[in-house]
């Protein structure tokens, strides 16, 4: 079953506007959550995560996540888009099975691209 | 601190042979993890390690393998290569202790022929 989606494989924005990528998951009980960005040729990077807490993370270089548990939603928001924020984007989600272990589940992610 | 590195960082392999990747984790990270990304399938999990032992496998045949040593560097190992196993190979370790989040290296792009 699926764990993690990411709706739009591409997300188009003008620089100075805001941006919102978006992100929804099915697993049960609480979920940790995860944002990470990807530039080309290099590996993934850490933005955000939500464990417990404020439904609104905070993370780097001005993003910003709300968590809806009634939507089951986590989508990464940011004010204002800059150029350089073209990448692209991974929603993730930990997810524990029988036995006790546990995985980080990532979407397939979603290329945003800001325009000038 | 230094971050996760992957050697090498390119790797052209012909169909048959077998390649070795190695990873260091961050220092103090006991946990590595790897995943192949591609076009088509996007990340997907291979294995994790922690404290030398393999904690959890992902859904890949049995030529493709790996280990960690007692300092937590991990290797992972593909024998008899597929053209399909043309991908990126990304590490990542993480520190249990801090809400699970994973730091990855910057991969090694793997090329068979």
């Known amino acids: 079953a699926q764990s993690v989606a990411q709706p739009e494989d591409q997300v188009n924005v003008a620089e100075g506007n805001p941006l919102t990528v978006k992100c929804t998951y099915s697993?049960?009980?609480?979920?940790?959550l995860f944002w990470y960005v990807q530039y080309p040729n290099r590996g993934l990077q850490f933005l955000l995560k939500?464990?417990?807490?404020?439904?609104l993370v905070k993370g780097s270089y001005g993003f910003e996540a709300e968590f809806n548990k009634s939507q089951t939603s986590f989508h990464l928001k940011k004010p204002s888009a800059l150029v350089s924020d073209s990448a692209l984007y991974f929603c993730?989600?930990?997810?524990?099975?029988?036995?006790?272990?546990?995985?980080?589940?990532f979407g397939a992610g979603t290329r945003l691209a800001v325009h000038p | 601190k230094a971050g996760v590195t992957q050697t090498p960082r390119y790797l052209i392999k012909t169909r048959g042979q077998q390649v070795t990747l190695s990873c260091s984790p961050i220092?103090?990270?006991?946990?590595v993890s790897w995943y192949q990304q591609t076009p088509g399938q996007g990340l997907q999990f291979l294995f994790e390690?922690?404290?030398?032992?393999?904690?959890n496998k992902g859904n890949f045949p049995g030529r493709f393998s790996g280990r960690q040593f007692s300092n937590s560097r991990s290797e992972m190992n593909v024998s008899t290569l597929e053209l399909g196993d043309s991908a990126l190979y990304l590490c990542?370790?993480?520190?249990?202790?801090?809400?699970?989040?994973?730091?990855f290296g910057p991969g090694t792009r793997l090329t068979v022929t």
């Open positions: 990542a370790s993480s520190l249990e202790d801090r809400g699970y989040e994973q730091y």
């Open positions: 697993v049960s009980g609480n979920p940790y």
């Open positions: 939500y464990i417990t807490g404020d439904n």
């Open positions: 993730a989600v930990r997810r524990w099975f029988s036995g006790g272990y546990n995985k980080l589940i």
């Open positions: 220092s103090g990270h006991r946990s």
């Open positions: 390690y922690f404290s030398e032992t393999q904690r």
